[in-house]
């Protein structure tokens, strides 16, 4: 069973930029994609972003497109999220997740395996 642990988020101004980082231990990733999605009380979790195994292919979300960068290690144990041009609209806890393939999907259904959060908090 695989542990993923998401850290790096935290309070920034608008117009900052933040690094989130999700370590992944356990069992190995199996050669399946990686992502992001986020998440504000009383609205359903939200897709960000995600990358294949190889890390040659992303996807995004139409409103982080341009600011967020999606990325992996080559030792395939860790995600990063290079979130700039911060908004407050971008506030949110941010999970990182495990795909059941090497597809990309923004569908949570998609996921098997789930992080506990980071807060990224964006002030206006």
């Known amino acids: 069973q695989v542990r993923l642990v998401e850290s790096g988020g935290g309070l920034v101004e608008a117009g900052g930029s933040l690094r989130l980082s999700c370590a992944a231990s356990g069992s190995t990733l199996s050669y399946t994609s990686m992502g992001w999605f986020r998440q504000t009380p009383g609205k359903e979790r939200e897709f960000v972003a995600a990358v294949n195994w190889s890390g040659g292919k992303t996807i995004y979300v139409d409103s982080v497109k341009g600011r967020f960068t999606i990325s992996r290690d080559s030792a395939k144990t860790t995600v990063y999220l290079q979130l700039n041009s911060l908004k407050a609209e971008d506030t949110a806890v941010y999970y990182c997740?495990?795909?059941?393939?090497?597809?990309?999907?923004?569908?949570?259904?998609?996921?098997?395996?789930w992080g506990q959060g980071t807060q990224v908090t964006v002030s206006s």
């Open positions: 997740v495990r795909a059941r393939t090497d597809g990309l999907s923004p569908s949570k259904y998609d996921y098997d395996a």
